[in-house]
């Protein structure tokens, strides 16, 4: 069990998965959101025509990017809090002592990724609205 | 599959299966008097929940019943618990009332445990990405306002499903904490050698998961659901107390207490909202006081899983 | 020691949560089945009727347009007119009157749990496994399991209406009128030194507050209890009680301090139940806090209302635990914000 208050050999294993810490390049870091932006909006625009099928265009590409936003504000909401109480939560799994291998960087970087893949969505969804001509 | 692994697993369910045997679980939760008066109040409960929905008849516990009994009478011989404004018989309605929580409670525990046995296995066993957007979502519900999360839910799911959304919306507030759980005692079991031995005989994923970190995960949701089942009793009533879930006339606790609380208790009716609520309050304090027995009877390196 | 700093990028942080939270209820209401054009023109309205409603209130632009005007009304805290509530009036201003009658309520529950449960956490501990103890805890249990909703009924039942001696419902007497100062009922009627009228509303707030202040009560002698024996179980604290009661005395000093830090931390996040506690309280003994606005607006798809409300709900959330962290690194000086 590694302890969890040791927060650097956390922050080391975050950076470990992808080689490097993103936070240092810049260039790569972008890169990796764009393509996870790109990513949601392609799910935006599949999930839009999908529902075209079973709906008027403006109902389902309404719906679509309410999933999107649902899902872009799911992940800004935890990402803020991941900032915010990520200590407070570690304190906790420290206290409670239910090993969870929670670190604030780690949960920053999940939330991240949620966050662009929802915005993403939102923009394919609001251009298969302007496209279809909602 | 090779035969050493067959006789590998064998040995590891027998060491299992007296480690069980030998735990102390049982005999010390039959050894603490308030886990055996909390397991005797839910299985009245449940003898009455039981009673209550092979003899009633649904239809005439919900039908006002003016001119049949007096409205609104005081507790007496013939009205255990009075009648209420509808001059319906409250005593059948609290008991049928027991069906309901105890049906609905079950539903909501036993989805919100497969649900977050699911997450947790998925979690400890895949690790890394996996674990990162499961137990990261999961931590983060956790640390949202149980009820509060649950009424934003609540108004997701159509008004036709009744008590059936709060039900919905519960076990999607509760998952988080079988997750957890589920994943601290899976975690623990996966760090064990034997099962670093049992994945190097060439044991595969779904085997390891269903044979080695179930049968260890079962103590503390066992201990989980038993102090969920309360809380999911309670936030059922409490949504319908809100306004959220049982449709009028309908023989739920909370339903009772709100129209109880709402039409008798300030014009001097006490016995409308007192019996379904003091029955529920009965209901749930037994099942706290088995959660309770249960959690300090449970192994110590399990104890720390469940909150 | 507490930077500035730290609290500067805390509350910098509201403004991600405030920007999340407003996208997932503007999402939540919107995939809702529930449709404000109808509640408000009537389930019995025509359906040209009901279109000429939407239509009025923005509802059939396409959902986008309709997020990004949200969201720039949301920057200039402009929330909208309430379309059922209290139809027409400026979402702010009603919650400007709501808010502090939950907040006072919320404030004096937490403080009465507080002053409670903790002693009776300590106690507990400290006689672990004696008759005190354990009726500690099985009062602490049935604290637990008695829900608001049915112990705020009975204790009307027992003081207003057998024994008379509070009132029933409500905030203050219906013969004093008072104008808000900050809207702390309390604090207003001591501000204008109507000594009648604060009694008159302590009277009305004792029963919820007591009724909020057992639960609260309930956990937190539940947590300080586990978090003592924990603390008690240390080898220093040994040391000391072997040493006899003057050392004993000291180190309890200390291990009170060690034993309050987890127990602050889940009080923070606690502050959720407390929050939900006060729904129920305030349903219960009818004061128009804004939990009941909040179920009120749900229950009629008052959209503009329910939004400003949950973000309310996170500000709320967001600045407790702030104060719990600050709270934090003062009673462990190892923490460095």
Redesign the interface.
């Given at each position: 069990?590694r302890p969890l208050t040791d927060r650097p050999a956390g922050d080391s294993a975050a950076r470990s998965?992808t080689g490097r810490d993103p936070a240092r390049d810049p260039g790569r870091s972008v890169r990796a959101a764009a393509r996870i932006v790109l990513a949601g909006i392609a799910v935006g625009v599949v999930v839009s025509l999908a529902l075209v099928s079973i709906d008027t265009p403006k109902g389902a590409t309404d719906t679509a990017f309410a999933l999107g936003a649902l899902v872009f504000g799911f992940g800004l909401?935890?990402w803020a809090?991941?900032v915010g109480?990520g200590e407070?939560?570690e304190r906790m799994h420290e206290y409670?002592?239910?090993?969870?291998?929670?670190t604030e960087a780690?949960?920053r970087?999940?939330?991240a990724t949620?966050t662009w893949f929802g915005s993403g969505w939102l923009f394919g969804a609001v251009g298969t609205a302007i496209a279809l001509g909602v | 599959m090779s035969t050493e692994t067959a006789t590998g697993s064998t040995d590891v369910e027998r060491s299992l299966l007296e480690r069980l045997r030998a735990s102390p679980f049982l005999s010390q939760l039959l050894a603490n008097r308030?886990a055996v008066v909390g397991l005797s109040i839910i299985g009245f409960v449940a003898i009455l929940a039981i009673y209550a929905r092979l003899t009633y008849d649904l239809e005439g516990l919900m039908a006002t019943q003016y001119g049949v009994n007096p409205a609104e009478t005081p507790p007496n011989a013939e009205y255990w618990f009075g009648t209420d404004g509808q001059a319906r018989n409250i005593f059948p309605r609290v008991i049928y009332g027991a069906w309901y929580a105890m049906l609905y409670g079950t539903v909501t525990v036993l989805a919100s445990t497969v649900l977050g046995i699911s997450f947790g296995i998925l979690a400890a066993y895949y690790g890394?990405l996996a674990?990162?957007?499961i137990?990261?979502?999961m931590?983060?519900l956790l640390?949202?306002?149980?009820?509060?999360l649950a009424?934003?839910?609540v108004?997701?799911?159509?008004?036709e499903l009744g008590l059936w959304r709060a039900v919905a919306a519960l076990t999607l507030v509760y998952t988080p904490r079988f997750a957890?759980v589920v994943?601290?005692a899976a975690?623990?079991v996966l760090?064990d050698e034997y099962i670093e031995a049992t994945r190097a005989l060439g044991a595969t994923d779904p085997r390891l998961l269903v044979r080695h970190v179930l049968p260890n995960c079962l103590a503390p949701i066992t201990v989980q659901s038993t102090l969920n089942f309360?809380l999911a009793i309670?936030d059922i009533?409490?949504l319908s107390?809100?306004?959220?879930g049982a449709s009028p006339g309908e023989p739920t606790w909370g339903m009772m207490?709100?129209n109880?609380?709402e039409f008798g208790?300030?014009s001097?009716i006490?016995w409308w909202?007192?019996f379904p609520?003091?029955v529920?309050?009965l209901t749930?304090?037994g099942f706290?006081?088995l959660g309770?027995g249960m959690r300090d009877a449970l192994d110590p390196r399990m104890r720390?899983?469940v909150? | 020691m507490v930077s500035k700093r730290f609290v500067a990028k805390r509350l910098l942080l509201l403004v991600p949560v405030l920007f999340g939270v407003s996208t997932l209820?503007f999402a939540?209401?919107h995939?809702?089945?529930?449709d404000p054009a109808v509640a408000i023109a009537g389930q019995r309205a025509s359906q040209a009727f009901i279109e000429q409603v939407r239509s009025d209130l923005g509802l059939a632009d396409p959902l986008w347009q309709q997020y990004v005007r949200f969201l720039g009304d949301v920057v200039t805290f402009d929330f909208g007119q309430s379309y059922q509530i209290q139809r027409g009036t400026p979402v702010s201003s009603i919650l400007a009157q709501r808010l502090p009658i939950t907040i006072e309520l919320a404030v004096l529950g937490q403080i009465a749990g507080l002053v409670f449960g903790l002693p009776l956490g300590i106690l507990s501990a400290v006689k672990q496994d004696t008759v005190t103890d354990h009726l500690t805890r099985?009062g602490a249990?049935?604290g637990?399991?008695?829900?608001i909703?049915?112990s705020?009924?009975?204790l009307?039942?027992l003081f207003a209406?057998f024994l008379g001696l509070l009132p029933?419902?409500g905030r203050i007497g219906s013969e004093y009128f008072l104008e808000p100062i900050t809207g702390l009922i309390l604090v207003d009627t001591l501000l204008t030194w109507e000594f009648d009228a604060f009694v008159s509303a302590a009277t009305h707030l004792l029963l919820p507050v007591v009724v909020l202040g057992i639960y609260q009560m309930a956990l937190i002698s539940r947590m300080m209890r586990s978090s003592m024996i924990e603390v008690l179980r240390q080898d220093y604290m040994r040391t000391a009680r072997a040493k006899g009661q003057g050392a004993k005395i000291t180190v309890m000093k200390h291990g009170l301090r060690n034993a309050f830090i987890p127990v602050i931390t889940i009080v923070g996040?606690q502050?959720?139940?407390l929050?939900?506690?006060a729904?129920?309280t305030e349903?219960?003994f009818e004061i128009n806090g804004i939990g009941t606005l909040?179920?009120d607006a749900?229950?009629r798809s008052d959209y503009p209302v329910v939004q400003a409300t949950?973000l309310v709900?996170a500000v709320l959330?967001t600045l407790v635990n702030l104060v719990v962290d600050l709270t934090y690194s003062v009673l462990d000086p190892r923490i460095e914000q």
């Open positions: 069990m998965s909401t935890t809090g991941a109480l407070t939560i409670a002592d239910t090993t969870s291998r929670w780690g949960a970087r999940a939330f949620l | 308030l890394d674990d990162n957007v137990m990261r979502t931590d983060v640390s949202f306002p149980s009820l509060l009424l934003a839910l108004t997701i799911f159509p008004e957890r994943r601290g975690l623990k760090e309360g309670i009533a409490a107390f809100l306004g959220f207490l709100s109880g609380v208790l300030f001097g006490w909202s007192f609520g003091f529920l309050a749930v304090l706290n006081l309770d720390e899983t909150d | 209820v939540i209401l995939l809702s089945p529930g099985i249990l049935s637990i399991s008695i829900p909703y049915w705020g009924p009975l009307i039942l209406q029933t419902s996040i502050f959720g139940t929050l939900g506690g729904v129920l349903t219960v909040l179920v749900i229950n949950v709900f959330y």
